[in-house]
């Protein structure tokens, strides 16, 4: 796994011409991230990740999430604390969690929490995709299908009946945004079944505030 960070506020004159194997390393982009970061790229799960922001400036919102009113319920406004221990966090910090994933650290996962028909309108860079429906015993999901996502995929272990979460995964789970309870029922669940909540991370804007920050998507 591999990361290129740019950083080029502050260093762009000064290496303007400076390539490496005949990549720029740097560039000037007129709309950032955050004042120390201009995008993000590395390699997660064996994918090219990047994360910048839509360099037009006149660009507006993805018709999908420029909807203020759904019906409630189902689609409620989620509260900022979903359960205790468990941390809501937004967009940096995501892409923060992303940087660790590209530069090695294979406890941390990036989850989609959507239906595969969101899911297939685009995703968040380094994510993977597990619907809510497949942790949720009233939606069909069996204990042993359940068993085997914390045991293949989150780092969980079956001793003797019981579940061991001392090597656990960190989580990062997310679906459309603050009205979606999908990401919630999705935590709900893992926190049903033991999962530490310390181990799990909520980015409670999801779909819905990363498109309006004009940040990177991708399609499966």
Known sequence: MGIRFHNTRRLAAAIAGLTLSGT??????????????????????????TIMRDQN???????????TSR???PFCIQPVNLAPSVETIGELELIG?????????????????RTPDWVARGTIPGAINIPWTKLNPAKGADPISIGEILTTQFGVHELEGLWDYSDAKTLVMFCNGMWCGQSPNNIKSLLRFGYPAHKIKWYRGGMQDWEILGLSTRKP
């Open 71 to 73: 019906k409630c319920p």
């Open 24 to 49: 720029i390393v740097a560039e000037d982009l007129a709309v950032g991230i955050s004042p120390s970061m201009d995008k993000f790229e590395g390699t997660v799960n064996g994918e090219s990740v």
């Open 97 to 113: 969690y992303v940087e660790k994933m590209a530069a090695g650290d294979q406890d941390i996962l990036l989850i989609d929490s």
């Open 57 to 67: 400036q006149n660009n507006t919102v993805n018709p999908a999430f420029a909807k």
